[in-house]
């Protein structure tokens, strides 16, 4: 089981906090280090000091880190354009050695949208289709040729399809609960198929239905990688999950049902019953990035038994 360390930036973070949480989770060795995509904070939180962009932070990260892998849960496919973003990506990937994975998603928070005058489309999912079709076409052109598409939303003409990443296919994940077109689309263009908070019932529902759409189209659904996505909060007894579930203002009942949560040995056994449905990764949502020393108990505690 590869356990990654996500984080939600918009919550309240900078650059330097994100550096120092991917590189305690590079120390510690955790498979990857993750953020969301977003520029607007959710809840009753102020997001102090402000936003920050995904790829400009993982560009910075991939040239002070070294082995740890990096990417997004998810980029909106509403905040770039699909020829700039395969630039973007390709490029972060040249930076960090050939260490990038790429999230990608519709796009549905439409609040933030209108904070930063972003258009918010209707179709998204549509679009997304196209935007999959046109990233993954321009970095799979060979080198000396030339790519075109002519979608509804989207159409390149005679590309040079450059820059290439370092690696031979930069890992592309889908995500989400959608029943039917989101199988469709993971099925098509999917490395990895992620389900973020999502239940035991959940879980086994939705990569039974990417398993079926794999199958419909030819695939073998082996060939992509199955994870989950879930709030952590591990504490070495009972008063320290609450302190951390208050940290982030959270009930540790409410964590243990709807998360991670709980002793080592509670959150272990959980992430079999997970392994059990078919989930080999599962990316821990970690909501307080000044409390390093809860890495290091996941570190130590959690992860240590499951390799």
């Known amino acids: 089981m590869d356990l990654r360390i996500f984080t939600e930036p918009q919550q309240g973070a900078d650059y330097d906090t994100l550096l120092a ?4 989770s590079e120390d510690l060795g955790f498979d990857a280090f993750f953020r969301s995509d977003h520029y607007l904070s959710m809840g009753p ?3 102090l000091p402000g936003p920050t962009d995904a790829w400009i932070t993982l560009a910075g ?3 002070e880190t070294r082995t740890i892998r990096l990417g997004t849960l998810m980029t909106a496919g509403t905040f770039r354009l699909p020829g700039v973003l395969a630039i973007q990506v ?8 050939g260490r990038i994975e790429l999230g990608l998603g519709a796009g549905w928070f439409e609040e933030e949208h209108r904070a930063y005058g972003i258009p918010f489309p ?9 935007q999959l079709a046109i990233v993954t076409g321009l970095w799979s052109t060979g080198e000396g040729e030339r790519f075109s598409y002519e979608g509804t939303h989207y159409q390149l003409t005679d590309s040079p399809a450059l820059p290439k990443p370092v690696q031979p296919r930069i890992p592309v994940l889908i995500g989400g ?3 039917v077109r989101t199988p469709r689309l993971a099925a098509r263009y999917a490395d990895e198929f992620n389900l973020p908070f999502a239940s035991l019932e959940d879980t086994e529902r939705q990569f039974g239905r990417v398993r079926d759409a794999a199958r419909e189209a030819g695939r073998d659904p082996g060939d992509i990688v199955y994870s989950n996505a879930l709030v952590v ?3 070495k007894d009972e008063a320290e999950v609450a302190r951390r579930a208050a940290a982030i203002g959270r009930g540790a009942d409410e964590l243990r049902a709807d998360g991670l949560a709980g002793s080592p040995a509670e959150v272990v056994d959980k992430i079999g019953r997970y392994a059990e449905k078919g989930a080999s990764r599962i990316y821990l949502q970690v909501l307080d990035l000044d409390d390093l020393d809860h890495l290091e108990l996941i570190s130590s505690q959690v992860q240590s038994q499951l390799s």
Do not use: P, T
Request: glycine share 12%.
């Open 233 to 235: 909060c591990v504490g």
């Open 177 to 179: 609960h959608g029943a």
């Open 45 to 47: 939180v102020d997001g």
């Open 21 to 24: 949480v991917a590189k305690a």
């Open 90 to 97: 390709a490029q972060v990937d040249q930076m960090s050695g």
């Open 61 to 63: 990260l991939a040239r």
């Open 122 to 130: 209707k179709e998204r999912i549509a679009r997304l289709e196209e």
